[in-house]
């Protein structure tokens, strides 16, 4: 595979900004290679969750331009687990990162990996007064490498692609008429992605029961429309199809998350709806003491 230059560096991490984490690893870049640009697609994914973070880079794999995407979500820093680079489109872009599952998505959905190599060889690290910043040492410097033309091979050893550590993807499943699906992101506005599409219920209709358990068990049924904006929502949640063409749980103007309490992780089961239960939730009813 013949080297090339590369003009940007796609940047996504759990940094988060409130430390120096990212811009010292802007600085190395731009110390290496002064002429990448790097794009930040988020550095607020969950500290430690890789899943959280490979779904965000599957959110953002399609619309990157082509060059480097760097990607540090790495609670396993300075264990035996190995920095990897990983090339897609016949070169015209490389996922660098830990090989705990961050990148797998991603590399999936750019198409598959053509070659991929352990980020073993020191000529292309910064020397570390610690093993615990990976971003600093070795990611960012390989990026940055790669960026001034140096060969993919030049990094360190080959190593089988279909060998990378896959990620975990969460599916839906379907139990006798329900489909039960699973929050796997919330965005700031409490929108609650779920891991279903609306091909994937369109058989249910589109008014549908959305039925929610909480953590201690309790549940909750409300109705919902399948829309295709927050306006057309109403009073009330709907099922709308996002921007990224899966459904989300979502309210006007207002936060979901907030409203029916659901966290990452937490199934829902959607239902047809054969009548309109409005909302039912379990109650407990107390005499008031001053009669």
Known sequence: ??????????????????????????????????HARVIDLTHE?????????????ARCISYVPSGIVLAVVDPGVGTARRGVAVSVGEGRGVLIGPDNGLLSMGTA???????????????YHLEAPGATFAGRDI???AAAHLCNGV????LGEAVDPNLLLPGVV?????????????VTWIDRYGNCQLNVGPDDVAALGNRLS????????ERSTRAANVVRNFSEIGGGIGLVVDSFGMLAVCVDRGSAADELSIT????????????????????????????
Do not use: C, W
Not at 45 to 57: E, I, N, T
Not at 170 to 182: K, V
């Open 109 to 123: 959905l750019a198409g598959g990996a053509d070659a991929a190599v352990v980020l073993n060889n020191p000529q």
């Open 151 to 154: 060969p993919l091979a030049e």
């Open 264 to 291: 990452v992780g937490d199934a829902v089961r959607l239902a047809a709806l054969t009548d309109a239960p409005g909302v039912t939730t379990n109650v407990s009813l107390r005499q008031n003491p001053a009669h």
């Open 45 to 57: 994914v969950p500290p430690f969750d890789v899943r959280a973070g490979s779904l965000a880079l």
């Open 210 to 217: 959305v039925v929610l358990t909480s953590p201690t068990g």
């Open 139 to 141: 990611f960012a410097p």
């Open 170 to 182: 969460p599916l839906s499943r379907t139990e006798g008429d329900e489909t039960i699906a699973e």
């Open 1 to 34: 595979m013949n080297a090339q230059r590369y003009d940007t560096i796609s940047f996504l991490s759990d940094y988060g900004l409130r430390d120096e984490f990212v811009g010292i690893v802007k600085g190395v870049i731009a110390d290496i290679a002064p």
